[in-house]
């Protein structure tokens, strides 16, 4: 079965949102890009929101002749959501109606893993539907100091066991650590 891997990018207050405005988005590694790779070789499908498919779409449909871009536009996208109607980023899917369901499926193709981006109401459902099989959080060495409910890692309600399996520390600061989800344990 097919494994989903999120990376998300969060901030030592719990900040999620707009990564793009951090201070360390601007120097991010070789190392970093390195990683993001490697991520993205092992997968053949990307999953996401409908927030993080609006950021990410004009970004990286603009970009191409490296790796990184051209591997994120060639790869198949399903995008969560019941307002994305026409979407205009190459190779992708909008998943309407049960998505829990859609995504279980596709988890039961054969493939290889999926990389889903972001961390919103997708991931927690994901979560609680024991779907999410790797937590991939590139931990940013500074406080945000502003945001939201809405704009945290945390929200009410969500839980989940993970199991640390890997943590690698980038010269900028950014630390990688990836988790991998615990089996149910009996309480």
Same mark, same amino acid.
């Given at each position: ?64 002749? $490296? ?103 980038? $010269?900028?600061? /950014?630390? /990688? ?8 344990? $009996?309480?």
């Amino acid at each position: 079965m097919r494994r989903i891997v999120n990376s998300t990018y969060v901030t030592l207050d719990g900040v999620i949102q707009n990564p793009q405005d951090w201070p360390s988005m601007g120097g991010f590694s070789d190392a970093g890009g390195q990683a993001q790779l490697q991520l993205l070789e092992r997968c053949d499908a990307v999953l996401m929101g409908r927030h993080t498919y609006e950021g990410f779409a004009p970004v990286w449909s603009a970009r191409s002749g $490296d790796p990184l871009s051209d591997r994120m536009n060639a790869l198949p996208k399903y995008v969560v959501s019941t307002s994305l109607t026409d979407p205009q980023w190459n190779n992708t899917t909008v998943i309407d109606q049960d998505p829990i369901g859609s995504i279980r499926q596709l988890k039961q193709q054969p493939g290889a893993d999926i990389v889903q981006y972001g961390f919103g109401p997708l991931s927690h459902a994901l979560m609680a539907a024991d779907l999410l099989d790797e937590l991939r959080l590139w931990v940013h060495p500074f406080f945000v100091g502003t945001g939201s409910a809405s704009d945290l890692l945390y929200r009410p309600g969500s839980s989940g066991t993970f199991d640390l399996a890997d943590a690698t520390t980038l $010269d900028s600061g /950014i630390v /990688i650590l990836t988790y991998q989800a615990s089996p149910a344990k $009996d309480h």
